[in-house]
């Protein structure tokens, strides 16, 4: 080569015309495409195309002569596609090819520069008719031929097919899934992941170009909105729920099962001779107007003493659900029922949880009943625990017993006594130091699409049912005590409160409890009886929820197993037991939260343009600003951006600031 050649150099951008400008060892410096650009590249990446030859000075560009390049000549210098075409029929008898200006004068009848140059740039493009090696043009074998045209047309129609696809996500409309490929429903599966939170698998390239067509983001919540646009993705979805036992159902076998049971429930069962009768006692269930299993209800009784006895009634599963059966196991996998903005989730199948299980009024129901006599001062006298039947008289709102505290009718003085006894109960409770912690709740529920706000006060029916509870658990926890009997206990150690002359300089209320609850540690699970802190209590154990919360139930079988004289499981065994329940109490936990939380944001999106006047708690992260306030009127607490130096019990004004329920993305601003 020298100064003035014209070559072709074929890199990552293609087939590109050059003009050697100088050499020097073995590489060339160039002037490239009509731009001129220059580069420096190695010999053996050149092919000679036509040499430079005359007396004038070398060229410095394409444009110049003798060359003459431009985009236009060498468009214009390339004949028919029969020609090409006619070109390949002739070169079916030349196996070893032909020297490219060879092949050039064969199919124009020229072997100028621009016309091999033309050619050499169109031999390089999508032609499939040949193929170039070096500076030797061969005729493709007509079964290359085919082979390629083939896969040119699929080509062609999977460019198609993307456009296609590019332009269903660009209109944001419902998709039927039955047009789309193969491949296009495994990108939409892996959309749905992604927007489910998986996203360790990356986007193939396709569906990122796809994206970006449809100017959507590669994020999470983005993706969201674009699934639910495609009615691909429900707006209300909980990711954390895929998959899960609570989102699979109860089997077919289970369900069977389940019938089975329904079907044998008045049948005799074992141990049903030995319960102790309570059905002539007036008891009452005290629950949530949709509440339907019902684990609990309260009774009082005077006795041929004159004393009046509490009795707590809780439900016993454990008559039809045996241990280690398919419904017991499946119970255990979930251990809890979960509880959503839409309603339940049961551990047990509904027909069971709603139906023999509860304690239902005007049926005969099978129960554990514990009975208590309190002392003057509300400690615990005399009590006991028997397996029995009940029959609730009737089933009672917190609204329908609130009023009859409230009233005390002569004819039904019955729970205002109860709630006296239990009132001195929990005063004595207060005196072993327990926290009275009680404020407003406020809870979301979802009505189809739109959230609404369900606030429940501490009423005196709430507050008396919760001490019967805490008193049952208090009595059974005595008793395992008593008899070196394993049950989940329930504890929380010591806590170091903040100094009275610090909590008397702080609003009473949402502002206090907030100081006291920073110091409280979270409550544990063991086999051996502890001290509860906040209970003011030297043992506990959660037991009246059996039909709800499977460790209640295990509680059941130990105390069962003591009075018959069987063989409770120890401690160590008992320990594996509630450790295996850890996962999917926590896992319950996760999805609950999630959905708390995504159906506050909905209710924050629908109220959007309103504030709320707000009390400052405490900081949560005060370098960026974000604390934690008490609306009262909604009944929350909330992280939100508060202004700088503010203290608990400030006054502040709270709105909106971003909200966006698909992005998981909630941001409240509390101003002075």
């Known amino acids: 080569m020298k100064p003035g050649d014209l070559v072709g150099l074929a890199d990552e951008r293609g087939p590109q015309l050059a003009v050697v400008l100088a050499l020097a060892s073995n590489k060339a410096s160039l002037a490239i495409g009509s731009s001129a650009r220059q580069q420096n590249h190695p010999l053996r990446q050149l ?20 060359w003459a390049i431009s985009d236009a000549a060498l468009i214009s210098v ?22 490219l200006s060879d092949w050039v004068d064969l199919v124009s009848s020229r072997r100028d520069g621009l016309a091999i140059a033309a050619f050499w740039r169109w031999c390089l493009g999508p032609q499939t008719l040949f193929r170039l090696r070096q500076n030797l043009v061969e005729a493709r074998p007509l079964a290359d031929l085919r082979r390629l045209r083939r896969e040119r047309h699929l080509r062609v129609l999977q460019e198609e097919a993307e456009l296609r696809w590019q332009q269903q996500l660009r209109n944001r409309r419902p998709l039927d899934l039955q047009l789309l490929s193969a491949d296009q429903l495994q990108q939409l599966e892996l959309l749905i992941d ?45 990711p954390s729920l895929r998959a899960t036992v609570w989102e699979q159902g109860f089997s077919a076998d289970l369900l069977a099962d389940t019938e089975r049971l329904l079907a044998s429930a008045e049948d005799e069962h074992p141990g049903d001779a030995e319960r102790l009768d309570l059905t002539s006692q007036r008891t009452v269930t005290i629950d949530d107007p949709d509440t339907c299993d019902i684990d609990d209800g309260l009774a009082l009784e005077i006795t041929a003493a004159g004393q009046m006895q509490i009795w707590i009634h809780v439900a016993d599963p454990g008559r039809l659900i045996s241990q280690d059966s398919p419904l017991d196991l499946e119970a255990r996998r979930r251990g809890s029922s979960l509880y959503l903005a839409s309603g339940i989730l049961p551990m047990f199948p509904e027909a069971l949880a709603t139906g023999p299980m509860s304690l239902r009024a005007g049926h005969r129901s099978a129960a554990w009943s514990i009975w208590v006599q309190l002392a003057g001062d509300g400690a615990v006298a005399a009590s006991g625990l028997h397996r029995s039947w009940v029959k609730p008289t009737y089933r009672l709102s917190y609204g329908d017993a609130d009023d009859l505290i409230d009233l005390a009718p002569p004819q039904e003085r019955d729970l205002a006594e109860l709630h006296g006894l239990l009132l001195l109960r929990r005063e004595w409770r207060v005196g072993q130091g327990a926290l009275l912690l009680d404020q407003p709740e406020a809870r979301i529920r979802a009505q189809g699409d739109a959230a609404q706000l369900e606030i429940t006060e501490p009423s005196p029916a709430r507050l008396m049912v919760a001490e019967a509870m805490i008193l049952a658990g208090a009595v059974v926890a005595v008793l395992g005590g008593e008899h070196a009997l394993a049950l989940p206990y329930r504890s929380q150690l010591p806590a170091t409160l903040p100094p009275e002359s610090e909590l008397a300089g702080l609003p009473a209320g949402p502002v206090r409890h ?11 699970t063991g086999t051996e009886p502890s001290p509860h802190f ?42 594996d037991l509630l450790s295996d329940l850890e996962g999917p109490l926590r896992q319950g936990m996760q999805i609950s939260r999630e959905d708390q939380r995504h159906w506050q944001q909905e209710w924050f999106a629908a109220h959007a343009s309103q504030q709320w006047q707000a009390c400052f708690l405490r900081w949560l992260r005060p370098q960026d600003r974000l604390g934690l306030v008490h609306v009262d009127t909604i009944a929350m607490d909330l992280a939100a951006e508060c202004p700088a130096g503010s203290t608990p019990g400030d006054q502040l004004q709270l ?18």
């Open 655 to 672: 709105r909106v600031q971003v909200v966006d329920p698909l992005r998981d993305l909630l941001r409240l601003q509390a101003s002075s």
């Open 534 to 575: 906040s209970l003011g209590l030297t043992a506990y154990v959660q037991a009246t929820s059996p039909i709800r919360r499977y460790a209640d139930l295990v509680a059941q079988r130990q105390l069962l197993a003591l009075q018959q004289g069987g063989q409770p499981l120890v401690a160590a065994d008992l320990a």
């Open 194 to 238: 992604w927007a489910g939170g998986e996203c360790t698998t990356p986007l193939p390239l396709p569906l990122r170009q796809a994206l970006q067509a449809a100017k959507v983001t590669a994020d999470t919540g983005s993706i969201r909105h674009l699934l639910v646009d495609l009615g691909q993705w429900q707006a209300h979805n909980l």
């Open 78 to 99: 390339l004949p028919a596609r029969r020609d090409f075409a006619a070109a390949w029929l002739l070169m079916q008898d030349e196996p070893q090819g032909l020297q």
């Open 47 to 66: 092919l000679l195309l036509a040499p430079f030859s005359g007396e004038c000075t070398p060229p410095l560009r394409l444009s110049q002569a003798p």
């Open 514 to 524: 907030c100081a006291i609850k920073r110091c409280l540690s979270r409550g544990h």
